[in-house]
């Protein structure tokens, strides 16, 4: 099973506090043979940097997240899930739409929080 992280899910198990996490996002982390994150989380955890949101780099995110869960950034395949996001009407967000499109390409779960995505794709889970 392929999980991909959303930006948010991505920087909450960067923190180590993983009450931050649904249990089931937690049993899906554990399960997974392949977990992943789009490279536009990256760019969205650059942008959080760069808007003081959150206090590290998204490259520097990403590669904690490999060194450590082995997490693979997946920059494969990102024209084509732009392209595919442009079906995606029920978001306005360029990187909800992307992350989103990527995973569903992929034929992966999305751990995410967010509402929006969860009653929009069938593979979001918390």
Known sequence: MTVYLDT???AYVHTGDLT???PTAIHMLEAAQ????SAMVVLELQYLYEQGQIAYPGDQIAGFLHDRFGV???SEGVGAA????T???WTRDP????ITAQAARAGAFL???DPIIRDNYAGAVW
């Open 8 to 10: 948010h899910v991505a």
């Open 20 to 22: 931050l996490l649904s």
């Open 34 to 37: 392949s977990t992943r994150i």
């Open 72 to 74: 693979v950034v997946d």
């Open 82 to 85: 732009v392209l595919h996001a």
């Open 87 to 89: 079906s995606f009407a």
């Open 95 to 98: 990187f909800d739409r992307t």
């Open 111 to 113: 751990l995410t929080r």
